[in-house]
T-cell receptor, first 114, second 111 residues
Framework: GAGVSQSPSNKVTEKGKDVELRCDPISGHTALYWYRQSLGQGLEFLIYFQGNSAPDKSGLPSDRFSAERTGGSVSTLTIQRTQQEDSAVYLC????????????FGSGTQLSVL | GQQLNQSPQSMFIQEGEDVSMNCTSSSIFNTWLWYKQDPGEGPVLLIALYKAGELTSNGRLTAQFGITRKDSFLNISASIPSDVGIYFCAGQPMGTDKLIFGTGTRLQVFP
């Protein structure tokens, strides 16, 4: 596709359930980022993938959060045993790496934990 | 999670006024960037700064990379209604490849 695609766009789940959020980056982009944006807040860094290097997981808030990137393309962010405080918009971005900081964002997944 | 300090948190201005916002960090950054986010969308890059002291313009927008490498400023001149949105600074801490975002400045422009 032409841009970064995220699915689902909205997800409502019950507390304690697991959820998977998907990100399809722009074809050929080597860098992929996940951010979390709580209502009225800034973007909180979660995890960063660059090529075949080990991901930077320093922003993951707890061991309930994990992410993987298969084949250097699609990424899945998994939240286990969801809590109400996990409710937020989860944004994915990709970058070609040739222009530092030029990230292309998806429209995000709005996660609501009831 | 790690975020940059950005101010003001929100601004309510009249069309035609100039706007200034800034971002500060306790550590040195290699790169400073400014993004804008419209409702329901992801942020879009406005300006990128790569050298201390650098001053860069993009139309009515001007941004500067602070000499100390710990701050950046964004100015918008002669604001118009479509400037409404949330503006985020972002920076790359030295020694890392990740991009950290500020807490955002919410701009409202009244006709």
């Amino acid at each position: 596709g032409a841009g970064v695609s995220q699915s689902p766009s909205n997800k409502v789940t019950e507390k304690g359930k697991d959820v998977e959020l998907r990100c399809d980056p722009i074809s050929g982009h080597t860098a992929l980022y996940w951010y979390r944006q709580s209502l009225g807040q800034g973007l909180e860094f979660l995890i960063y993938f660059q090529g075949n290097s080990a991901p930077d997981k320093s922003g993951l808030p707890s061991d309930r959060f994990s992410a993987e990137r298969t084949g250097g393309s699609v990424s899945t962010l998994t939240i286990q045993r969801t809590q109400q405080e996990d409710s937020a918009v989860y944004l994915c971005a990709s970058s070609s790496g040739t222009v530092l900081g030029k990230l292309f964002f998806g429209s995000g997944t709005q996660l609501s934990v009831l | 999670g790690q975020q940059l300090n950005q101010s003001p948190q929100s601004m309510f201005i009249q069309e035609g006024e100039d706007v200034s916002m800034n971002c500060t960090s306790s550590s040195i950054f290699n790169t400073w960037l400014w993004y804008k986010q419209d409702p329901g969308e992801g942020p879009v890059l406005l300006i990128a700064l790569y050298k201390a002291g650098e001053l860069t313009s993009n139309g009515r927008l001007t941004a500067q990379f602070g000499i100390t490498r710990k701050d950046s400023f964004l100015n918008i001149s002669a604001s118009i209604p479509s400037d409404v949105g949330i503006y985020f600074c972002a920076g790359q801490p030295m020694g890392t490849d990740k991009l950290i975002f500020g807490t955002g400045t919410r701009l409202q422009v009244f006709p």
